[in-house]
């Protein structure tokens, strides 16, 4: 596995975004709304928008490598 910066073209923001969600329920919940669908798109729109915690320039993503268990 490597870490390497988000790339939008390469990674599906949404299945990202689903990951981030599912990773602290009650929290993001609380803060992003309690309809997963919302919360999912609310932090999209905040890897998008940028100069925050989820913000694309400060996003890093593990990845796996090929051949890798």
Do not use: C
Not at 11 to 18: N, Y
Not at 30 to 43: F, M, Q
């Amino acid at each position: 596995m490597k870490f390497e910066p988000l790339n939008t073209e390469q990674h599906d923001l949404g299945l990202v975004s689903k990951l981030i969600y599912e990773t602290e329920l009650e929290i993001f919940r609380a803060i992003l709304g309690k309809n997963e669908t919302e919360g999912i798109k609310n932090i999209k729109s905040l890897i998008n928008a940028g100069n925050n915690l989820f913000g694309l320039k400060t996003f890093t993503w593990l990845v796996m490598v090929t051949g890798e268990y």
